[in-house]
């Protein structure tokens, strides 16, 4: 069960409770009260005669209190309601966060950062089922997206889009070419991967028609691709060879890579993703509790 279907049941049986509190539940309790007080009301020249006219108001006002104040499992499920409401609606259809878990988008994300996500970028959705029932934007290639991994849509997988429906997407040798036009690609200085404690080339590569980013490649790794699902959805736009592989992204499907490009399982092993699993587009790190310097945009 995953934490939107969890939110989306508090929200059913909270707001269950909140209706038929407004309904049912205060108005008994208000008729109790009334009842209540009117008897006290009957004695009351008595009671201030025993007790004293502040004393016997003190135990009027308690008494109504007590009358008006909600049980204990009411209290905890209907008030919690509206707070409940605002984190589910806030989640399911502007931002939502995440934790990244791998280190496959190193140099752009780490383990570690905490990333904000925008739900409607690519569509108003429907929370739980995520279908689409708007549309707002398609995802751009260079856009680092979060969707439900194909094989198990219980996960939730980012990765940068590489390739949207129609593209020919060729990565050969450890460079990306679409449609025929080359990434461009700028050397920098070597990256030291904490976690691995080993360094990586690290390039600025700017995919065509898109903005540029940070890539990390292995030089000890071979740029074929070893370990490919034979039987991903359309493996036959796909095709392997020791150099690496091409493939042609089929309509309402996406081709996602990690920008770790040799430490990443993506589009290149699994194959496409679909619409219907898009979550949404990630941009900003809003935390990353061991180094606060990441807090901000990321390219």
């Not at 004393?55 to 008030?79: C, M, N, V």
């Not at 988008?105 to 995520?130: A, C, H, Q, S």
């Not at 549309?135 to 856009?143: F, H, I, L, S, T």
Request: aromatic residues 12%.
């Amino acid at each position: 069960m995953n934490f939107a279907l969890i939110l989306f049941v508090l929200v059913v049986i909270t707001g269950v409770a909140w209706v038929a509190d407004k309904l049912v539940f205060e108005r008994q309790r208000r008729s109790s009260a009334r009842l209540a007080l009117a008897e006290f009301d009957s004695r009351q020249a008595d009671l201030q005669g025993r007790f004293g006219a502040a004393e016997a108001d003190a135990t009027r006002k308690r008494l109504a209190e007590e009358k008006l104040r909600q049980p204990w499992w009411l209290e905890y499920s209907a008030s919690f309601f509206p707070v409940i409401l605002a984190v589910f609606v806030l989640r399911s259809f502007v931002v939502e966060p995440f934790k990244i878990p791998s280190g496959s988008m190193i140099p752009t994300l780490l383990i570690g950062d905490f990333i904000l996500v925008n739900k409607y970028e690519y569509g108003i959705r429907l929370p739980v089922v995520n279908k689409k029932v708007m549309d707002m934007g398609e995802p751009q290639r260079g856009d680092v997206m979060v969707f439900r991994y194909p094989k198990d849509p219980s996960l939730d997988y980012i990765k940068r889009v590489i390739g949207v429906p129609g593209d020919v997407v060729q990565y050969a040798n450890k460079r990306l070419t679409i449609n025929g036009k080359p990434a461009e690609y700028a050397a920098l200085p070597d990256f030291l991967d904490e976690e691995r404690l080993a360094y990586s080339r690290h390039f600025r590569e700017k995919l065509p028609g898109s903005v540029d980013h940070g890539i990390l490649n292995d030089a000890d790794r071979p740029a074929f691709i070893a370990g490919a699902d034979p039987d991903f959805p359309y493996r036959e736009n796909c095709t392997y060879n020791q150099q690496g592989v091409t493939c042609k992204v089929p309509a309402g499907h996406y081709f996602v890579m990690g920008d770790n490009r040799d430490n990443s399982l993506d589009s290149r092993f699994w194959g496409f993703v679909p619409d219907e699993n898009i979550v949404g587009k990630a941009f900003v790190i809003w935390m990353n509790l061991g180094n606060f310097g990441r807090v901000g945009t990321f390219k």
